[in-house]
């Protein structure tokens, strides 16, 4: 006891601590009981996260989050955003499997929809603490809802998505093929679901009249290209994942799938690529709002973001890597989809705080607002986001050890 | 044993985490508030012979400035002093009839501003009108001069 | 031999045999796991279930594997001489020959690519 | 009928507008108004009546208002000192918080204009007639108010989305956290209108008649007569978000 007082024995301490904990990393990914210890720390950043959400609403949003009357939407609804877009993409992906009945997607399926069902409860959970009064939404969206507005239909939508799949799910966890019919039906009204929620969701963006570099078309197909490319990381990621934790062999069909995967996901990554070079081209001979907005996406203050974190780790780096493993080398697409995963939070938080950057009032010479406004995620965003992060990380990891690495096959 | 310290390690490594984040945001404080605005006489330049004053009666924020009348225009003190405006700054809003009807019948600033020697008292309302933010501007100048 | 046989693309609607001479077998499947020695596997989260999920334990090419208790259903075709894989080919159209998930019984499988 | 589009035709000819949408020029034409060009470096239009040309009688005019009362206000900016008069009436008849405003005063300062470098720009809610944040509400939360055309909050259905307060183009709106929910101005309806009162709180305390507050419908109002003129450019704020707004701006 009287040694922790001692500072040279605590930093020995601490060296031998971080030494232990990074082998401990190591240890994870071969299935031993670190496993145990990491779901721990998983379940502790979610409640210190919890803390300060709950601190966060007690205190009121105006006072906790770093959020303006002129930048009302932060990095909580970036990562709503991300959440059920990878949950949209993890369904879209897995749907051509237990769905359309391609067979060589048929292994990566099942665990595809939980995470899908783990991916958009921590949407929700991550939206809940955005919204100011998330019980009134429970009545209000069914007792007044406003049809022509997007926010209902992708609120509604997502909704009965998530009632869908859990069904879906729960009819594959029994395992009975006289259910196959049924939980196929299920997963198809729940893809239907998906895509229009997501394209709802880009289309609450899209449809902003008064924002610029929002508004068009373009939003919502970007959204469902997007969503795709992120399901696709995210299957890569979490097999991957899920294969070094059970120690199992892949066996030939799941090798296959993955290969297929990633062949989509190049794909997708390719279409991204020509989205975002094109909303920058055709952006430059717009209105001088959405020019300035470009300008400082690009150039400014959100240079570092697009070009290291959205151009480097989300587009090409993956995309490169992809190449050169040839769809055959899992350990290279695996490191592919960390740069992704990280890439694609970054383009989240750009599409939503970018959009609003611009001062409302630039064109007028106003001395009251700058031109390019500020926005600073605060502590109490920043951990709501890795509350989130970290529950899904749990849910992955519980499953599988609740599910046995989802092993049984959809048939 | 491993695991415990494992365990304690990380917990005191999260809670000091966040110990730090949370101090860090509640110094952070509100910004600070502005008093009620309040009338302002702030010398630039003493060789401009009188002050930059902003009237805060019967409106808030009308500026008149030694600088340019004195420093930029050259007019000798006598023009103005005592016929027009007493030598005491700000003393003339006090006057219950130091309004623009006043200026419009040649009082005051009205004396020159009549659209002949200067722009007319009824044009350009925002030149002399500098409001209640040309108002603050001048009282954090004022406070930062007199912390210096 | 024994081949499993299925489909590439199998609809929601029809879940039936994937060709005329199929039967539905029970097979059982083996757990491989990548870890060298049995004695190294009692470290890991899943031993307890491997352990008693399965028989027969046992160490193999640098792996460990065991034979599951739980069998699986699968459709199955014997083909035994070249002859009549060529036939079975003729009869169906393209076929891909693969290995297929890890059974005691059968280790190929036949995928129908398009059925003619 | 092919008149009719033979003259709406031969009126988008002359007019220099790249940026206004079709649907802009239509319902202007609609109540009356045409688009004649691009004011102050294509961010201001200005907006003057063809009352004798499109339109037979004033009564056909005042009916393509879409509301009565229409209710509508008008700046003559060049008269604003930022005395913030109104803000402060606004605050007291409305308790808004410190931490927000429903209307405003913009400070525009160009250091290269000749003579005057400074005019102030009073802002509020514009009520428009295509508003951005009605569709956007999922909960019907803000609404058009269907007699009088005000953009009105019924607060107890806000869920606090924020997503008006995106959508707004003029950033009128502000969470409130003693209502729990979203507020804007509402042209002192609650407070005032619907007490009988006819003029806002923020029209009475201005001292230099900059904001006049009024009945567009009505061709005796002020209102009226200030939009529907030739001689001085009217105008509105971001046209080209297609909101169509129901405040206007000219000079004394």
Same mark, same amino acid.
């Given at each position: 006891?009287?040694?922790?007082?001692?500072?040279?024995?605590?930093?020995?301490?601490?060296?031998?601590?971080?030494?232990?904990?990074?082998? &401990?990393?190591?240890?994870?990914? &071969?299935?031993?009981?670190?496993?145990?210890?990491? %779901?721990?720390?998983?379940?502790?950043?979610?409640?210190?996260?919890?803390?300060?959400?709950?601190?966060?609403?007690?205190?009121?949003?105006?006072?906790?989050?770093?959020?303006?009357?002129?930048?009302?939407?932060?990095?909580?609804?970036?990562?709503?955003?991300?959440?059920?877009?990878?949950? &949209?993409?993890?369904?879209? %992906?897995?749907?051509?499997?237990?769905?359309? #009945?391609?067979?060589?997607?048929?292994?990566?399926?099942?665990?595809?929809?939980?995470?899908?069902?783990?991916?958009?409860?921590?949407?929700?959970?991550?939206?809940?603490?955005?919204?100011?009064?998330?019980?009134?939404?429970?009545?209000?969206?069914?007792?007044?809802?406003?049809?022509?507005? *997007?926010?209902?239909?992708?609120?509604?939508?997502?909704?009965?998505?998530?009632?869908?799949?859990?069904?879906?799910?729960?009819?594959?966890?029994?395992?009975?093929?006289?259910?196959?019919?049924?939980?196929?039906?299920?997963?198809?009204?729940?893809?239907?679901?998906?895509?229009?929620?997501?394209? *709802?969701?880009?289309?609450?963006?899209?449809?902003?009249?008064?924002?610029?570099?929002?508004?068009?078309?373009?939003?919502?197909?970007?959204?469902?290209?997007?969503?795709?490319?992120?399901?696709?990381?995210?299957?890569?990621?979490?097999?991957?994942?899920?294969?070094?934790?059970?120690?199992?062999?892949?066996?030939?069909?799941?090798?296959?799938?993955?290969?297929?995967?990633?062949?989509?996901?190049?794909?997708?990554?390719?279409?991204?690529?020509?989205?975002?070079?094109?909303?920058?081209?055709?952006?430059?001979?717009?209105?001088? #709002?959405?020019?300035?907005?470009?300008?400082?996406?690009?150039?400014?203050?959100?240079?570092? *973001? +697009?070009?290291?974190?959205?151009?480097?780790?989300?587009?090409?780096?993956?995309?490169?890597?992809?190449?050169?493993?040839?769809?055959? *080398?899992?350990?290279?697409?695996?490191?592919?989809?960390?740069?992704? +995963?990280?890439?694609?939070?970054?383009?989240?938080?750009?599409?939503?705080?970018?959009?609003?950057?611009?001062?409302?009032?630039?064109?007028?010479? %106003?001395?009251?607002?700058? %031109?390019?406004?500020?926005?600073?995620? &605060?502590?109490?965003?920043?951990?709501?986001?890795?509350?989130?992060?970290?529950?899904?990380?749990?849910?992955?990891?519980?499953?599988?050890?609740?599910?046995? #690495?989802?092993?049984?096959?959809?048939? | 044993?491993?695991?415990?310290?494992?365990?304690?390690?990380?917990?005191?490594?999260?809670?000091?985490?966040?110990?730090?984040?949370?101090?860090?945001?509640?110094?952070?404080?509100?910004?600070?508030?502005?008093?009620?605005?309040?009338?302002?006489?702030?010398?630039?330049?003493?060789?401009?012979?009188?002050?930059?004053?902003?009237?805060?009666?019967?409106?808030?924020?009308?500026?008149?400035?030694?600088?340019?009348?004195?420093?930029?225009?050259?007019?000798?003190?006598?023009?103005?002093?005592?016929?027009?405006?007493?030598?005491?700054?700000?003393?003339?809003?006090?006057?219950?009839?130091?309004?623009?009807?006043?200026?419009?019948?040649?009082?005051?600033?009205?004396?020159?501003?009549?659209?002949?020697?200067?722009?007319?008292?009824?044009?350009?309302?925002?030149?002399?009108?500098?409001?209640?933010?040309?108002?603050?501007?001048?009282?954090?100048?004022?406070?930062?001069?007199?912390?210096? | 031999?024994?081949?499993?046989?299925?489909?590439?693309?199998?609809?929601?609607?029809?879940?039936?045999?994937?060709?005329?001479?199929?039967?539905?077998?029970?097979?059982?499947?083996?757990?491989?796991?990548?870890?060298?020695?049995?004695?190294?596997?009692?470290?890991?989260?899943?031993?307890?279930?491997?352990?008693?999920?399965?028989?027969?334990?046992?160490?193999?090419?640098?792996?460990?594997?065991?034979?599951?208790?739980?069998?699986?259903?699968?459709?199955?075709?014997?083909?035994?001489?070249?002859?009549?894989?060529?036939?079975?080919?003729?009869?169906?159209?393209?076929?891909?020959?693969?290995?297929?998930?890890?059974?005691?019984?059968?280790?190929?499988?036949?995928?129908?690519?398009?059925?003619? | 009928?092919?008149? =009719?589009?033979? /003259?709406?035709?031969?009126?988008?000819?002359?007019?220099?507008?790249?940026?206004?949408?079709?649907?802009?020029?239509?319902?202007?034409?609609?109540?009356?108004?045409?688009?004649?060009?691009?004011?102050?470096?294509?961010?201001?239009?200005?907006?003057?009546?063809?009352?004798?040309? =499109?339109?037979?009688?004033?009564?056909?005019?005042?009916?393509?208002?879409?509301?009565?009362?229409?209710?509508?206000?008008?700046?003559?900016?060049?008269?604003?000192?930022?005395?913030?008069?109104?803000?402060?009436?606004?605050?007291?008849?409305?308790?808004?918080?410190?931490?927000?405003?429903?209307?405003?005063?913009?400070?525009?300062? /160009?250091?290269?204009?000749? /003579?005057?470098?400074?005019?102030?720009? !009073?802002?509020?809610?514009?009520?428009?007639?295509? !508003? !951005?944040?009605?569709?956007?509400?999922?909960?019907?939360?803000?609404?058009?108010?269907?007699?009088?055309?005000?953009?009105?909050?019924?607060?107890?259905?806000?869920?606090?989305?924020?997503?008006?307060?995106? $959508?707004?183009?003029?950033?009128?709106?502000?969470?409130?956290?003693?209502?729990?929910?979203?507020?804007?101005?509402?042209?002192?309806?609650?407070?005032?209108?619907?007490?009988?009162?006819?003029?806002?709180?923020? $029209?009475?305390?201005?001292?230099? =008649?900059?904001?006049?507050?009024?009945?567009?419908? /009505?061709?005796?109002?002020?209102?009226?007569?200030?939009?529907?003129?030739?001689?001085?450019?009217?105008?509105?704020?971001?046209?080209?978000? =297609?909101?169509?707004?129901?405040?206007?701006?000219?000079?004394?």
């Amino acid at each position: 006891m009287s040694e922790k007082k001692n500072p040279v024995v605590t930093e020995v301490e601490v060296t031998t601590f971080s030494q232990i904990w990074l082998t &401990s990393l190591l240890e994870f990914l &071969s299935g031993t009981r670190a496993f145990y210890f990491l %779901v721990g720390i998983a379940a502790l950043v979610v409640l210190i996260a919890a803390m300060f959400a709950v601190n966060a609403m007690y205190t009121g949003y105006r006072h906790a989050y770093g959020l303006t009357r002129e930048i009302p939407w932060g990095i909580l609804i970036s990562g709503y955003v991300f959440f059920v877009l990878t949950s &949209s993409g993890l369904c879209i %992906v897995s749907s051509i499997g237990h769905v359309f #009945g391609v067979k060589s997607f048929m292994p990566i399926a099942k665990r595809s929809v939980y995470l899908s069902l783990v991916t958009v409860v921590a949407g929700f959970t991550v939206i809940f603490f955005d919204l100011e009064n998330p019980f009134r939404l429970l009545i209000w969206n069914i007792l007044s809802p406003n049809l022509t507005s *997007n926010i209902w239909w992708m609120g509604t939508l997502y909704g009965a998505y998530l009632f869908f799949m859990a069904l879906e799910f729960l009819l594959l966890l029994l395992e009975k093929h006289r259910y196959a019919m049924l939980s196929g039906l299920l997963g198809l009204i729940s893809l239907i679901a998906e895509v229009a929620a997501s394209s *709802n969701l880009g289309a609450v963006f899209g449809m902003l009249h008064g924002r610029e570099f929002w508004y068009g078309p373009y939003i919502p197909i970007y959204f469902i290209a997007s969503a795709a490319a992120s399901g696709c990381t995210a299957i890569i990621f979490f097999t991957y994942l899920g294969y070094k934790i059970t120690a199992e062999k892949m066996d030939r069909a799941m090798e296959l799938s993955l290969q297929a995967v990633g062949k989509i996901w190049a794909l997708f990554l390719a279409v991204l690529m020509f989205f975002t070079t094109w909303k920058i081209i055709t952006g430059f001979v717009g209105g001088e #709002g959405k020019v300035l907005a470009l300008k400082e996406w690009l150039t400014g203050k959100y240079a570092l *973001n +697009f070009w290291l974190f959205e151009v480097g780790f989300g587009l090409l780096i993956p995309f490169f890597l992809l190449l050169i493993s040839g769809f055959k *080398n899992l350990n290279q697409m695996f490191v592919a989809s960390v740069f992704a +995963f990280i890439g694609i939070f970054f383009m989240r938080v750009d599409l939503v705080v970018v959009g609003q950057i611009v001062s409302h009032y630039f064109e007028f010479k %106003v001395t009251d607002f700058p %031109v390019i406004l500020s926005y600073k995620p &605060s502590i109490y965003e920043i951990m709501i986001i890795v509350g989130a992060i970290a529950f899904c990380m749990m849910a992955f990891l519980v499953g599988e050890k609740v599910f046995k #690495g989802h092993k049984t096959e959809i048939h | 044993m491993r695991k415990v310290k494992i365990l304690i390690g990380t917990l005191i490594l999260l809670l000091s985490f966040t110990g730090i984040a949370f101090v860090s945001e509640k110094n952070k404080g509100e910004s600070v508030k502005l008093e009620e605005p309040q009338e302002v006489i702030y010398y630039e330049s003493e060789q401009f012979g009188g002050p930059e004053i902003v009237y805060v009666k019967p409106v808030r924020g009308v500026l008149f400035s030694h600088k340019k009348h004195v420093g930029e225009l050259g007019f000798p003190c006598e023009s103005c002093h005592n016929s027009l405006f007493e030598m005491q700054a700000l003393k003339s809003q006090e006057n219950p009839d130091f309004k623009m009807e006043a200026l419009y019948q040649g009082k005051y600033c009205g004396a020159c501003h009549n659209g002949q020697a200067a722009f007319a008292s009824n044009t350009k309302c925002a030149t002399c009108h500098i409001g209640v933010k040309g108002l603050k501007e001048y009282m954090r100048k004022l406070a930062s001069k007199e912390k210096k | 031999m024994k081949f499993i046989v299925s489909r590439t693309r199998v609809p929601l609607w029809s879940k039936g045999k994937p060709c005329d001479e199929a039967v539905e077998e029970e097979l059982t499947p083996l757990d491989y796991r990548m870890v060298p020695s049995i004695q190294e596997a009692k470290k890991k989260i899943w031993f307890k279930e491997w352990w008693e999920g399965g028989v027969n334990h046992r160490e193999e090419n640098g792996m460990i594997v065991c034979e599951k208790k739980q069998k699986e259903k699968n459709w199955v075709i014997e083909i035994n001489t070249h002859e009549d894989l060529i036939k079975f080919q003729e009869k169906y159209g393209e076929i891909m020959n693969l290995d297929s998930p890890p059974y005691k019984e059968v280790k190929k499988e036949i995928r129908i690519l398009r059925a003619k | 009928m092919f008149k =009719g589009i033979k /003259d709406w035709l031969l009126n988008l000819k002359n007019e220099g507008v790249e940026k206004v949408p079709d649907e802009t020029k239509r319902e202007f034409l609609k109540i009356g108004l045409i688009i004649t060009g691009v004011f102050a470096g294509g961010s201001l239009f200005s907006v003057i009546s063809r009352v004798a040309e =499109g339109l037979a009688s004033s009564e056909e005019l005042h009916k393509s208002y879409p509301y009565k009362p229409h209710y509508s206000m008008v700046f003559k900016i060049d008269r604003c000192i930022d005395c913030e008069l109104c803000m402060e009436a606004c605050r007291k008849t409305n308790h808004v918080p410190d931490y927000g405003w429903r209307t405003m005063i913009l400070r525009r300062y /160009d250091e290269s204009a000749l /003579d005057q470098k400074t005019m102030f720009m !009073p802002i509020l809610c514009n009520h428009c007639n295509n !508003p !951005p944040c009605v569709r956007a509400c999922p909960t019907k939360a803000t609404y058009k108010d269907k007699k009088t055309g005000i953009v009105r909050m019924a607060y107890d259905k806000c869920i606090g989305c924020k997503t008006c307060m995106v $959508a707004c183009p003029y950033n009128v709106r502000y969470f409130n956290e003693e209502k729990h929910a979203v507020d804007k101005c509402d042209f002192c309806w609650e407070s005032r209108l619907s007490k009988g009162i006819t003029i806002t709180a923020c $029209a009475e305390a201005c001292p230099a =008649g900059v904001r006049i507050f009024g009945d567009l419908s /009505d061709p005796g109002s002020e209102v009226y007569k200030l939009v529907h003129q030739l001689a001085k450019p009217v105008w509105v704020l971001k046209p080209e978000t =297609g909101a169509k707004p129901n405040v206007f701006y000219t000079i004394s």
